[in-house]
């Protein structure tokens, strides 16, 4: 079956710090990665997509950036965080492109003080 | 412009009693329409997924209904359960690549 994890599950970061977080799936291949972010009160939001390694679509420009490195791992950085980069951030898969079922990880929780 | 409206935002209910949310859309070309239950501090799961030609669809306890000429949706909650309480979102998806349109979310208490 498959497994998404990420991690760390919770993480304080001071303004202008860096972050990296992690998302790594399990039981599967070739499988399309999402980044999400979910504010306080509001929706869900769609930060990045790939659908192979090394292959990386932006939706919303924004302090963040994302890499694949392997083809079941998914990586969410800054060089510098910002106040506004607080949130619940959750990484998917799916097998489809689109309109294919996704899946989520755990999330993380970010606060940056 | 492609939206997906949820009501009410948020309810509270005795538990075994039981609740419909609704989901409101305006996404066109229409592929496909989900619910997801997310309880607090975790991912969504999913609870159903529903094409166009689908009117109803159960996953136990949870029945959602698709009305595609109105563009409404329902989720409908029989005899509740504490373990019931968490947000519920719906999303919806064109038959484009990766769109998809998410819902607020409707947040259920359910209290004993």
């Known amino acids: 079956s498959q497994t998404i994890h990420q991690w760390p599950a919770t993480l304080v970061q001071p303004v202008g710090s860096p972050l990296s977080l992690e998302c790594t799936v399990e039981?599967?291949?070739?499988?399309?990665l999402y980044w999400y972010r979910q504010a306080a009160g509001r929706g869900l939001q769609l930060l990045f997509y790939?659908?192979?390694?090394?292959?990386i679509s932006s939706e919303v420009p924004q302090n963040l950036s994302a890499s694949r490195p392997q083809d079941r791992q998914f990586i969410l950085s800054s060089k510098k965080l910002l106040l506004s980069d607080s949130g619940f951030y959750l990484c998917?898969?799916?097998?489809?492109?689109?309109?294919?079922?996704?899946?989520f990880g755990p999330g993380t929780r970010l606060t940056v003080t | 412009k492609n939206q997906v409206e949820q009501s009410p935002q948020s309810l509270i209910i005795l538990e075994g009693k039981n609740c419909t949310l609704q989901?409101?859309?305006?996404?066109?070309?229409?592929?496909?329409l989900r619910w997801y239950k997310q309880d607090t501090g975790r991912g969504p799961v999913s609870l159903t997924i529903?094409?166009?030609?689908?009117n109803t669809k159960s996953n136990g306890r949870y029945t959602a209904t698709l009305d595609a000429d109105t563009k409404q949706s329902s989720l409908h909650i029989t005899a509740s359960q504490l373990s019931d309480s968490a947000s519920y979102i719906c999303?919806?998806?064109?038959?484009?690549?990766?769109?998809?349109?998410f819902g607020t979310g409707t947040r259920l208490t359910v209290i004993p």
């Open positions: 529903m094409t166009f030609s689908e």
């Open positions: 999303v919806v998806s064109d038959t484009g690549a990766n769109n998809l349109f």
């Open positions: 039981g599967t291949s070739n499988p399309n």
């Open positions: 790939s659908v192979g390694i090394g292959q």
């Open positions: 989901c409101n859309y305006t996404v066109s070309p229409f592929s496909n």
């Open positions: 998917a898969w799916s097998v489809l492109i689109g309109s294919g079922e996704q899946y």
